[in-house]
Nanobody, 120 residues
Framework: QVQLVESGGGLVQAGGSLRLSCAAS????????MGWYRQLPGKQRELVAT???????NYADSVKGRFTISRDNAKNTVSLEMNSLKPEDTAVYFC??????????????WGQGTQVTVSS
């Protein structure tokens, strides 16, 4: 079974930086798309950033210009560099990967999440 594991979460002061990483394992060739999502305290999960296998990126307006997503297709890893962090960025961050089977459809995989806490 495919497994995604996040790392790099922790406590940081407002204005600081943090880098999250996600590694995939299991019997899978590659993900068509990968992304980062987050769940703020007491709120629903929301999109942070996504990146395609070709390198095209998409960012939520709230993080645009501050966060950068990147991936290594050969290693099936995805990273999120977070700069100028704000207290409102405090959340559990989840890594995701999407696969596509022709004639079937997409299937998404999720990591367990890593806590990011930004203090003021």
């Amino acid at each position: 079974q495919v497994q995604l594991v996040e790392s790099g979460g922790g406590l940081v002061q407002a204005g600081g930086s943090l880098r999250l990483s996600c590694a995939a394992s299991g019997n899978i060739f590659s993900f068509n798309g990968m992304g980062w999502y987050r769940q703020l305290p007491g709120k629903q999960r929301e999109l942070v950033a996504t990146i395609s296998s070709g390198g095209s990126t998409n960012y939520a307006d709230s993080v645009k210009g501050r966060f950068t997503i990147s991936r290594d297709n050969a290693k099936n890893t995805v990273s999120l560099e977070m700069n100028s962090l704000k207290p409102e960025d405090t959340a559990v961050y989840f890594c995701s990967g999407r696969t596509f089977v022709y004639g079937s459809g997409y299937k998404d995989y999720w990591g367990q999440g890593t806590q990011v806490t930004v203090s003021s």
